[in-house]
């Protein structure tokens, strides 16, 4: 029997606290120098130890060890690549379609039957695209293993639903009349199914998540970029008014779009990145700029939000414009470039110059040439904004690394800088190259008899992807969320309608100078 202590009990063994203690206290005496005894308990493992080494690996193969050399080669499979790779994908099958006299599909307007608007001959394409847009989308998320991508058809079928049911709304003569496009109703549809499905709230106030058939179709970031490589812009219908649309269009829009992002975080207290994305989305061109700085930014989540505001708020824009520019008496080359310079999207923009309605159609001419160039902005914009963010990160990085005062420490620290280019070049908005590629192909390869039949087909194929974007927009807003962040959502509605009103005046003083004095 063993014997008792003073309690009368028998000893007990060691505890883990203790046996780590004395752990410690041996390596620690170990490694200044002393001396220790370091402590042995049994190996309980039951494991058999091998008594033969590990076969080694076979040798790699050509192709291994070409990937092994040349690690960039596999960047090709990303989702920041995919968009470039399906725009010019699509862009290649639209100019083979309209070189064989292939109609783009359209929505007819109708007024009482909705019918009205489907059985065209047009839209017979819609039968072979629906199936395409689907299978290139599923192909890019089951070549980067996105979680979830088996599942990809059912929640795709629902998107694409939405966004059918709001492009055959819109088309709808009083809806059209009244300027509440698609992007609207996809938004609207998104967000009633999203709260439908979400239902009531949680005990700890957090929503039920989307389910992940829904989740892995929700790619806001791919469709918008999608839509932008398939975005062409012709050098020749540029030409004549290149000049004066870029002065309407360039020399306020860096300088401002700095200034009310900086207002924006010093004023009403916006984090930056938001700010960033609020203001150039409402100097630039809405959706797709918000896209390419929250990619520049790497704050994707943070554009939902201004996205949604300026669909909404664009609205009384669009109708009021061009009312005030009759009533002024504005001349319709000077009305076209300020609808172009001022209001957000190209779709916006034309239905605003359509509003203004001149015999000689001017106001559309010039509003899409003003456009189109503001358009170009986004690449230069999002690559500087690219650049300042990563060294701002670089260097904060690297600051808070250098502030770990212990070796050890600071060897695991996961604050290790990175360096430069490479934190750029994650940051770069790779569907700006595909733009560019699309532009250069546009204007040197497609036959200049096509070239008209191209950008309108290529347009519409890109407008159904953004429509898509913005059923995801919807999927992503709660309204019990909403309420929560509605501070958030009132000060980015005020830095919307700064940002607006100073878009306003400042484009129309440039206009009137380049389309009315030269």
């Not at 960039?72 to 995919?82: I, Q, T």
């Not at 689907?134 to 979830?148: C, F, M, P, Q, T």
Request: hydrophobic share 50%.
């Amino acid at each position: 029997m063993p014997p008792l202590n003073l309690a009368g009990k028998a000893p007990q063994p060691p505890s883990l606290l203790a046996r780590r203690e004395s752990i410690i206290s041996a390596a620690s005496s170990s490694h200044s120098g002393a001396s220790t005894t370091q402590p042995s308990y049994p190996d309980t493992s039951t494991k058999p130890v091998p008594s033969h080494p590990l076969p080694p690996l076979p040798p790699p193969t050509r192709i291994q060890a070409f990937l092994l050399q040349h690690p960039w080669v596999v960047g090709w499979n990303h989702e920041d690549w995919w968009s470039c790779w399906i725009g010019l994908f699509l862009f290649a099958l639209v100019s083979i379609a309209v070189h064989n006299n292939v109609p783009a599909a359209k929505f007819e307007p109708w007024t009482t039957n909705p019918f009205d608007s489907l059985f065209t001959s047009n839209n017979l394409d819609l039968l072979v695209l629906f199936p395409l847009q689907g299978s290139l989308v599923w192909l890019a998320l089951w070549a980067i293993r996105a979680k979830g991508w088996s599942q990809f058809y059912k929640g795709f079928l629902v998107i694409y639903s939405l966004a059918f049911l709001s492009k055959w709304l819109a088309a709808q003569t009083n809806v059209k009349s009244a300027s509440l496009g698609d992007s609207i109703w996809a938004i609207l549809f998104g967000t009633l199914l999203r709260n439908i499905m979400a239902g009531a709230p949680m005990a700890d106030g957090r929503s039920k998540a989307l389910p992940a058939w829904l989740k892995v179709a929700q790619q806001t970031e791919l469709y918008i970029a999608i839509s932008l490589v398939l975005l062409c812009i012709d050098f020749s219908v540029l030409k004549p008014l290149a000049p004066r649309a870029i002065f309407v269009s360039w020399v306020d829009t860096p300088s401002l779009f700095v200034l009310v992002a900086m207002i924006g975080t010093t004023w009403l207290r916006i984090d930056l990145q938001t700010s960033m994305i609020m203001s150039g989305a409402t100097f630039i061109c809405g959706s797709s700029a918000a896209i390419a700085l929250s990619a520049s930014l790497g704050a994707g989540s943070k554009a939902d939000l201004p996205i949604a505001i300026i669909s909404v708020f664009t609205i009384p824009s669009i109708i009021a414009l061009p009312y005030i520019a009759k009533a002024v008496g504005i001349s319709a080359k000077v009305a076209g470039a300020w609808f172009g310079g001022c209001v957000d999207s190209t779709g916006a923009v034309i239905a605003a110059a359509t509003i203004y309605n001149d015999p000689q159609n001017v106001a559309i001419e010039t509003s899409a040439v003003v456009k189109m160039v503001q358009n170009m902005l986004i690449g230069p914009i999002s690559v500087g904004v690219a650049v300042v963010w990563t060294q701002r990160e670089e260097r904060r990085m690297r600051a808070l690394h250098n502030s770990l005062k212990d070796d050890a420490l600071r060897s695991v620290s996961e604050f290790k800088p990175v360096p430069y280019k490479t934190l750029l070049w994650s940051r770069f908005p790779k569907f700006v190259l595909g733009f560019l590629v699309t532009a250069v192909l546009f204007n040197t390869v497609v036959p200049a008899e096509d070239r008209s039949g191209v950008n309108s087909f290529s347009f519409m194929v890109g407008e159904w992807f953004s429509t898509m974007s913005f059923v995801s927009i919807g999927l992503g807003l709660q309204f019990h969320e909403l309420r929560r962040e509605a501070r958030m959502l009132l000060k980015l509605t005020a830095l919307y309608s700064l940002a607006q009103l100073v878009d306003i005046l400042s484009t129309f003083g440039l206009a009137y100078v380049a389309f009315e004095m030269f």
